[in-house]
């Protein structure tokens, strides 16, 4: 309340009831001489810890707008719940549960729509979401959502030197993705230093098997795996 914030770099895409939500803090340095998350200081993933990026499923009930997440890049989160409201400057968002407004201005996005979810048997959850030649990703285990905030599990890990956890703990991405003559790539994301790198081989939106690139400790890896899965898994039968 009082503050306003038109620094920070969001972008909402909605596919159908499936949504992905990416905020990148305006001051989030750039990492450009990372390879991977092994190459950052503790000063550099306290940055990582301040983005926000969540997924899930989008419901709307006479004109409010509950956005469940299923996963969240900073782990647990408050229900997000906000009334919409068409203006002429664009669609404004008022906080139902939390004292808030958000100005929302589309984007032109010429193509088609397309959205995926996808399960790893490690539990994650990935979703992609596209509009056009742009794409959303979203990816992260549901479980974090149960656990201490991302700030909290970090500081834990740097006090008792367990550099061992840091990539578990930052194995997650939240990006937007740009179709190019290469096939997707990173346009931005969570790890800043992932611009301009593959998302996935070949098409993560058509092909049966799909396999993404996600940030390794020592750079970018393959991981295949993946399944298609349901947009909801808490939806009774």
Excluded: K
Aim: glycine letters at 10%; a negative charge; aromatic letters at 6%.
């Amino acid at each position: 309340p009082g503050l306003e914030d038109a620094a920070t770099f969001v972008l909402w895409l909605q596919v159908g009831a499936l949504h992905v939500d990416l905020r990148l803090p305006a001051d989030l340095p750039e990492l450009s001489g990372a390879r991977g998350l092994a190459d950052l200081s503790p000063d550099d993933l306290r940055a990582l810890a301040r983005c926000e990026g969540f997924a899930g499923i989008t419901t709307v009930e006479r004109g409010v707008c509950t956005w469940r997440r299923r996963i969240n890049w900073r782990g647990p989160a408050e229900p997000d719940v906000g009334r919409l409201e068409a203006t002429p400057e664009g669609l404004l968002e008022t906080g139902v549960l939390a004292d808030y407004e958000e100005l929302w201005r589309p984007e032109p996005a010429p193509g088609p729509t397309a959205a995926r979810v996808l399960a790893h048997p490690s539990g994650q959850r990935a979703y992609l979401l596209r509009a056009g030649g742009r794409a959303l990703l979203g990816r992260a285990h549901p479980a974090a959502m149960a656990a201490a905030p991302l700030a909290d599990r970090l500081e834990t890990a740097l006090a008792e030197r367990h550099r061992a956890a840091l990539p578990r703990l930052f194995d997650m991405e939240f990006a937007v993705l740009a179709l190019g003559p290469a096939g997707w790539r990173i346009e931005a994301s969570t790890p800043p230093f992932r611009r301009g790198e593959p998302a996935a081989e070949g098409d993560p939106f058509a092909d049966p098997a799909p396999v993404l690139v996600v940030a390794g400790p020592a750079g970018p890896e393959a991981r295949g795996g993946w399944t298609d899965a349901a947009a909801d898994p808490d939806a009774a039968p």
